[in-house]
């Protein structure tokens, strides 16, 4: 007989997410997803002045802040078919990379690394073998025995004084837990060092940004960073120099710790490489452009469906109508007033709660389709598309990943180990390796073009009078957002935000199809229901974000809905 669990909430995450399962014979048989919140956020801008919007769209999340501004600035841009200065795209391409590895280095490491990571096992190692294990896996120099512990005597006193912290809660000793303590070790004192080195990125994205996090310096039509290389008060030489040795420590942690543990760690749970494919249809957008129109990217865009990746189809610049004409969202199992399947520019938001009803409706989070089918997005989406496409910088990473994952597990690993739990994880310390390379490269293309004069930031926009439509689309850490504006006589006549975590917390559609959640839960494996460690892991590796997926707004302080934390 099938056993009923209910997680709820995830913890972990940003926002409040609920997932039902069912398990019979110690395997996941059926799946719910359900966000448990109302975003507003699109009624709130109706009728305001769409050189506004980026600021509010920022508050949709208190993680994800400087995505929802690029891809506001960007979506009444290209209403406006209005070009911004390169300065000002290079600098917001530096902007997204850094606040992208800020958010993929605390994901993996004090988001999701518990999963997998026994702490109190690391109580057990011998320093001394964690530090040649760790010599052997790569050359960064705070790998040492000493460092090891100093780490392993702050964890003692933390248990010694039954106050565990951040530690609290975790299965430990849980069954699925298999790493040795060496591992464990190896993985705590990098969970510590990641503290400063999400620092260090999110000091780029300040020095551009004006602050983190709510930045300040995206506007339609360009940045508000004024640009003076001998001035103190502006972006000046001394700045940029600081920004290059951030950079540059930045890419050494990336690059030699976080890509390096997260290989080990899938090579030593290379069991789980079959478990939490889901949905094999893939979606990303291009990103970094190299041009003022949008029409040359560093990171590439596109879709798969079905895991073939030999009928990879592009996506190939800000208007490109392949993308702007086949993104759709369903409502039939959400908690909105009807059973439409709409296009964005088409949409409404009219809340109509019920219950959560396992055939009904059942979550606050709509359905987003591409073409009519479930996407999933992400990192791992964008680096098998920039395989599938050839993009160089991907094909080095992956190679390289995949050859230590072969050599540290010592089984023979394809491309298609990257369609499961740890590969999602994989396929973000990846992109993490091409955003620490391109990151510094924008950076440099900036000074260049500084050093030859080219000092400008911002071309002001004109609206014209009658209705105009317009996307922006960016590739943000947790895969393909997009805003999608109408604008009617210089006012938001319209606003839709369709959001990863949308497109992956996806319930059902009104053909039955589970949303990528949901998919990657069936067939896992659960060996104990009443610490359901194995669920968590799967949805965790997603990255989720509810409060970008959903936004709770009650003017009069009513109860929208009850959450039971456990």
Request: proline share 6%.
């Amino acid at each position: 007989m099938a056993r009923k669990i209910t997680v709820d909430p995830i913890t972990r995450i940003e926002g409040h997410l609920r997932i039902d399962v069912e398990v019979e014979g110690g395997r996941v048989t059926n799946a719910w997803a359900s966000a448990q919140m109302w975003r507003g956020i699109e009624v709130i801008l109706k009728g305001r002045d769409p050189r506004d919007a980026w600021a509010f769209v920022q508050r949709i999340c208190g993680v994800c802040t400087t995505v929802h501004a690029l891809a506001s600035v960007r979506a009444v841009e290209n209403a406006l078919q209005h070009e911004i200065p390169i300065n000002a795209q290079y600098v917001r391409n530096i902007v997204l990379a850094a606040h992208a590895l800020q958010d993929h280095i605390v994901h993996f490491y004090h988001l999701s690394a518990l999963d997998w990571v026994d702490v109190v096992s690391a109580l057990k190692a011998d320093p001394k073998k964690t530090e040649a294990l760790a010599q052997s896996l790569s050359p960064w120099p705070g790998n040492s025995a000493t460092r090891f512990k100093q780490v392993q005597e702050k964890l003692k006193a933390f248990v010694a004084s039954g106050q565990l912290g951040p530690f609290e809660n975790g299965y430990w000793g849980h069954p699925a837990m298999k790493l040795p303590p060496e591992v464990n070790l190896l993985a705590v004192a990098h969970y510590l060092e990641a503290l400063d080195y999400q620092f260090k990125a999110n000091q780029i994205v300040s020095l551009f940004g004006g602050k983190s996090p709510h930045i300040q310096t995206f506007v339609v039509g360009g940045v508000a960073l004024a640009i003076n290389p001998e001035n103190e008060a502006t972006l000046n030489m001394e700045r940029l120099l600081w920004a290059k040795k951030l950079w540059q420590e930045l890419r050494a942690f990336v690059q030699q710790v976080y890509l390096i543990d997260v290989i080990a760690i899938s090579a030593l749970y290379a069991d789980w490489l079959k478990y939490g494919a889901g949905v094999t249809n893939y979606l990303a957008v291009p990103d970094m452009p190299l041009d003022t129109k949008g029409e040359r990217f560093d990171l590439p865009g596109g879709t798969i469906f079905r895991s073939d990746l030999s009928a990879v189809t592009p996506i190939r610049s800000f208007n490109d109508p392949y993308f702007r004409e086949n993104v759709t969202e369903c409502i039939v199992h959400s908690w909105y007033k009807g059973d439409w399947t709409k296009h964005p520019w088409e949409e409404d938001t009219v809340p109509e709660y019920t219950d959560f009803q396992p055939d009904g409706k059942y979550s606050w989070a709509k359905a987003p389709r591409f073409k009519g089918e479930p996407m999933q997005v992400g990192p791992l989406a964008q680096v098998l598309i920039g395989y599938a496409l050839g993009h160089e910088l991907t094909k080095k990473w992956v190679d390289f990943s995949l050859k230590r994952l072969e050599e540290i597990a010592g089984i023979k690993v394809t491309l298609s180990a990257l369609e499961s739990t740890p590969g999602r994880h994989l396929a973000r310390a990846i992109r993490s390796a091409m955003l620490a390379d391109l990151g510094p490269k924008h950076l440099d293309l900036l000074i260049q073009n500084i050093g030859q004069g080219d000092l400008s930031i911002f071309n002001e926009p004109k609206f014209p009078s009658g209705e105009i439509k317009g996307v922006g689309f960016h590739e943000a850490p947790r895969g393909a957002l997009s805003h999608w504006v109408v604008i009617e006589n210089g006012r938001i006549k319209n606003y839709q935000c369709v959001v990863p975590s949308t497109w992956n917390v996806s319930p059902r559609d009104k053909e039955g199809k589970m949303g990528p959640y949901e998919a990657s839960l069936i067939d896992n494996p659960v060996a104990d229901p009443e610490r359901p460690l194995e669920v968590l892991r799967t949805v965790h590796s997603f990255d989720p974000c509810l409060a970008c997926a959903v936004h709770v707004l009650n003017p009069e302080g009513e109860e929208v809905v009850k959450v039971k934390a456990l």
